[in-house]
């Protein structure tokens, strides 16, 4: 009988590559979620799932899912530092161009659970979409086959917990942000270039200004504007 592994994702890419996934691992009874109302412990019993997969998922876990099942869940930081909400962001906002996808057990408390695999991603370019592209890529082909290849103890966090704060539509504000290099500015921008995220923007008079696309060539930003009216 196959072993049955429940990934719960929504994200576009995810699913792309939960297929691509479930093509290369035939032997493995891969089942795809993607709605917090098909993540009941009456639907996954059905299943009983050797692991339950969480990548880039947005609600809250009951306690009787991973307290019965084996639930391992993504964050893009080197935990400790870090939980919390809008990783990626926090870490490029603060110039961390490095940082480690950390394969962890759910628990009750957000992002505090024991350590199961990390993988080093670096984040210094492109936009958001482009790095979730890249993350799923690394979560889908490398960590979730040796996870459920290798019986791996996972280990206790160790060192200074840091919590980021989740990042708010007007967060995508040029004019709230204070460092203004051509750097900063990159970085703002891509950082939130995403269909998932408010693009960055700036306000005058009754219009709307929105900016995407960006790219950094010697010492000017290349990209595209869109104007908005500001209803």
């Given at each position: 009988?196959?072993?049955?592994?429940?990934?719960?994702?929504?994200?576009?890419?995810?699913?792309?590559?939960?297929?691509?996934?479930?093509?290369i691992?035939?032997?493995?009874?891969?089942?795809?979620?993607t709605?917090?109302?098909e993540?009941?412990?009456?639907?996954?019993?059905?299943?009983?799932?050797?692991?339950?997969?969480?990548?880039?998922w947005?609600?809250?876990?009951?306690?009787?899912?991973?307290?019965?099942?084996?639930?391992?869940?993504?964050?893009?930081?080197?935990?400790?530092?870090?939980?919390?909400?809008?990783?990626?962001?926090?870490?490029?906002?603060?110039?961390?161009?490095?940082?480690?996808?950390?394969?962890?057990?759910?628990?009750?408390?957000?992002?505090?659970?024991?350590?199961?695999?990390?993988?080093?991603i670096?984040?210094?370019?492109?936009?958001?979409?482009?790095?979730?592209?890249?993350?799923?890529?690394?979560?889908?082909?490398?960590?979730?086959?040796?996870?459920?290849k290798?019986?791996?103890?996972?280990?206790?966090?160790?060192?200074?917990?840091?919590?980021?704060?989740?990042?708010?539509?007007?967060?995508?504000?040029?004019?709230?942000?204070?460092?203004?290099?051509?750097?900063?500015?990159?970085?703002?921008?891509?950082?939130?270039?995403?269909?998932?995220?408010?693009?960055?923007?700036?306000?005058?008079?009754?219009?709307k200004?929105?900016?995407?696309?960006?790219?950094?060539?010697?010492?000017?930003?290349?990209?595209?504007?869109?104007?908005?009216?500001?209803e």
């Open positions: 009988m196959k072993n049955t592994i429940i990934i719960a994702t929504i994200k576009t890419w995810n699913i792309e590559n939960f297929y691509k996934l479930q093509r691992y035939k032997k493995y009874n891969l089942i795809l979620f709605s917090p109302e993540l009941t412990i009456q639907n996954i019993s059905k299943y009983n799932p050797s692991y339950i997969f969480f990548p880039h947005s609600w809250k876990i009951n306690e009787d899912i991973f307290l019965n099942y084996k639930c391992i869940i993504f964050h893009e930081t080197d935990l400790p530092f870090g939980r919390g909400g809008s990783p990626l962001q926090n870490l490029i906002i603060r110039k961390i161009y490095t940082t480690k996808i950390s394969a962890i057990q759910c628990t009750k408390e957000i992002d505090e659970g024991d350590i199961y695999i990390q993988e080093t670096d984040i210094s370019k492109g936009d958001i979409e482009s790095i979730f592209r890249k993350i799923s890529k690394i979560i889908f082909f490398n960590m979730i086959p040796k996870l459920i290798n019986d791996y103890i996972p280990s206790r966090q160790i060192g200074e917990v840091t919590t980021f704060k989740r990042r708010t539509p007007e967060d995508s504000n040029l004019l709230n942000y204070k460092c203004m290099s051509i750097n900063c500015l990159y970085d703002f921008i891509r950082m939130v270039d995403s269909k998932e995220y408010p693009k960055a923007f700036i306000k005058i008079h009754n219009f200004i929105e900016f995407s696309k960006v790219d950094l060539k010697k010492n000017k930003l290349i990209g595209r504007f869109e104007v908005l009216i500001d």
